[in-house]
């Protein structure tokens, strides 16, 4: 690898004015200089591209694509991370703050030629980066390339992930109804292997106006939700390089949540759950973990 390789940094903007500058301004700064910034804007109908446009007159490692229509959040990542000129693709959310190490701590995680993508932790805030940093010591961070714990669900966020350009041409297109950035992580998985580091790296800011995923998806499963999963593991499932032991449980994953199709609850997918959750929910810490893995088990064998 070399010394300093070349890093694009994938920003997808929309209507993100209230809160862009803050976060440009941690990329502009970041101690890894040899970057570039590439920010894709899905139709702002507000000042986000004259933001963009000010920073880019100032620094131009800045380039601004404007989509001609409304691509939304998967195809318009999708478009950056193919305009990326770097040996390494980060994504960047356009509403949180990045420490400014950040590229300097991720890309020595690419020990080898096999970790293909790489992640860090995250906390959240509102109003204000917290002045402690406080790690979530509780949860496991995926690590290696055992598909089957990325199955049910999306562990790794995409504004904690870095990855080898060359992850895209396994990744390109991004698989239709699954968050890029659980296609991108399961895709490394299965042609080669995730790094990870404990430090917190970005601050996710919380508000009502973005996209995600939080604990509640261990909490309770709906009758869509429950198909939604039977879409995305059958999606994994047409990845060619997906190891044979990762198939079979995809493909029975697949079958046990399809009992919830028409009743409300599955014996066979509780039976699936309890017997795999070492595997499905790795990310759990418990001094007691077989009445976690039992309360979790039961909780998503329901479709309410």
Same mark, same amino acid.
């Given at each position: ?29 970041? +101690? ?5 910034? *590439? ?5 702002? +109908? ?7 446009? &000010? %920073? ?12 001609? &229509? ?30 400014? #190490?950040?590229?300097?701590? @991720? ?10 993508? $790489? !992640? ?8 204000? *980066? ?9 949860? #496991? ?17 995409? !504004? ?12 390109? /297109?991004?698989? /239709?109804?699954? =968050?890029?950035?659980?296609?991108? $992580?399961?895709?490394?998985? $299965? ?40 879409? +995305? ?7 060619? &390089? ?23 609850? &599955?014996?066979?997918? %509780? ?6 959750? /070492? *595997?499905? =929910?790795?990310?759990?810490?418990? *001094?007691? /973990? ?9 909780? @998503?064998?329901?479709?309410?």
């Amino acid at each position: 690898m070399q010394q300093h390789p070349l890093v694009s940094i994938v920003l997808c903007t929309y209507n993100g004015s209230v809160f862009l500058e803050e976060q440009l301004t941690t990329l502009i700064d970041q +101690t890894w200089k040899n970057i570039e910034i *590439v920010v894709c804007d899905d139709g702002s +109908t507000d000042n986000t591209a004259a933001i963009i446009r &000010s %920073f880019a007159d100032k620094d131009k490692r800045i380039s601004f694509y404007s989509n001609e &229509s409304t691509l939304g959040l998967n195809k318009n990542f999708e478009k950056g991370c193919l305009l990326a000129k770097g040996d390494f693709i980060a994504i960047c959310d356009q509403d949180d703050i990045w420490l400014i #190490n950040k590229i300097e701590q @991720l890309v020595p995680l690419f020990t080898n030629n096999e970790v293909l993508l $790489c !992640h860090n932790q995250s906390v959240r805030f509102t109003e204000s *980066v917290p002045n402690h940093i406080k790690v979530n010591n509780k949860r #496991n961070l995926f690590t290696g390339s055992d598909e089957r714990k990325l199955f049910y669900f999306n562990t790794i966020a995409g !504004h904690n992930i870095i990855f080898r350009k060359e992850l895209l041409q396994y990744a390109v /297109p991004f698989a /239709p109804g699954i =968050f890029y950035d659980w296609w991108l $992580c399961m895709i490394a998985a $299965c042609y080669g292997n995730v790094g990870a580091t404990n430090e917190v790296l970005t601050f996710h800011r919380h508000h009502q106006h973005n996209v995600t995923l939080g604990k509640k998806d261990e909490k309770k499963q709906s009758r869509a939700k429950a198909m939604e999963r039977i879409h +995305t593991a059958n999606m994994f499932l047409h990845i060619k &390089s997906m190891k044979p032991k990762s198939r079979e449980f995809g493909t029975e994953l697949s079958k046990n949540l399809a009992g919830l199709s028409d009743k409300k609850f &599955s014996f066979k997918l %509780f039976l699936f759950l309890l017997r795999n959750a /070492p *595997v499905i =929910f790795f990310f759990k810490k418990s *001094v007691f /973990p077989f009445f976690s893995y039992l309360k979790i088990s039961y909780r @998503l064998s329901w479709a309410i």
